[in-house]
């Protein structure tokens, strides 16, 4: 069964936002369904990140709305889209350099016990957290040093590994990866690429911002292309050329 056989995770109709004069949403819609990667496509302005940034709880729509599996979704902060299930990745990987992977991964969230005791009185089970985070990292195929060193002495790749894994533990709905690959090296790029594929493979919704146009040919199902606050076009780019996308995404087509 195809993904697009299977009902939208996430719906985004008629989208608008401004910020004073400046309309960077212009009627944008869109939808994501689960095991498919969705590339955001276009050049710095189009409206990508705010767009993200909506579907995130960062910024409110004006107009428009977003729906999780057919119904309004309640993400009015970060906080809210996170509990909705939408979790994000941006370029700063938000990660707390003095902390361990599985630290990382739990804060804010972290399991403790006993359960009927106010949360502040309660005991971390950091046997808990550190089991669970290594298994996830195993199914997700991500290999690091070691599990109880800080993350600030990991690699570029390792970082962007350990913060997309976090992500997945909580993601039931969506995972929104903002320049996944940036600043990365060749083989470290691999990585984070193999781990795209992984997520996809297991059914998770993607949706991926990258100005990289080898990697949406390569990785994407569907590609959505902003320009100017406004969606131009939308496309599969097993189908398309490098060039086809870029002369969409600069408005250069035809």
């Not at 590339?39 to 990508?48: F, M, S, T």
């Not at 969606?231 to 050329?241: D, F, H, I, N, Y």
Request: glycine share 8%; aromatic share 4%.
């Amino acid at each position: 069964m195809t993904a697009a056989a299977t009902p939208p995770v996430l719906t985004v109709r008629n989208a608008q936002k401004r910020f004073g004069a400046v309309h960077a949403l212009k009627n944008v819609s869109l939808e994501a369904y689960r095991g498919e990667v969705l590339a955001l496509l276009g050049d710095n302005g189009a409206g990508k990140s705010t767009l993200v940034k909506c579907i995130s709880g960062v910024h409110a729509l004006d107009e428009g709305e977003i729906l999780l599996d057919g119904e309004a979704a309640p993400v009015h902060s970060p906080a809210a889209a996170r509990r909705a299930g939408i979790e994000t990745v941006y370029q700063d990987l938000a990660l707390f350099d003095n902390l361990t992977p599985a630290e990382n991964f739990y804060c804010g969230r972290e399991i403790a016990w006993p359960r009927w005791l106010p949360r502040g009185l309660r005991f971390l089970d950091r046997r808990a957290m550190n089991r669970d985070t290594a298994a996830v990292l195993e199914r997700l195929r991500v290999k690091l040093p070691k599990l109880d060193a800080p993350v600030a002495l990991m690699s570029g790749g390792q970082r962007q590994a350990i913060a997309v894994a976090r992500a997945t533990v909580f993601a039931r709905k969506l995972v929104i990866l903002d320049e996944p690959t940036a600043a990365l090296g060749l083989r470290e790029s691999r990585k984070v690429l193999d781990l795209i594929v992984q997520l996809r493979a297991e059914g998770n919704a993607v949706i991926v911002i990258t100005h990289n146009m080898e990697q949406v040919v390569e990785l994407a199902d569907r590609a959505v292309v902003l320009r100017q606050g406004r969606k131009v076009g939308e496309l599969r780019p097993s189908r398309a050329s490098q060039q086809e996308l870029v002369s969409m995404i600069v408005g250069a087509e035809g």
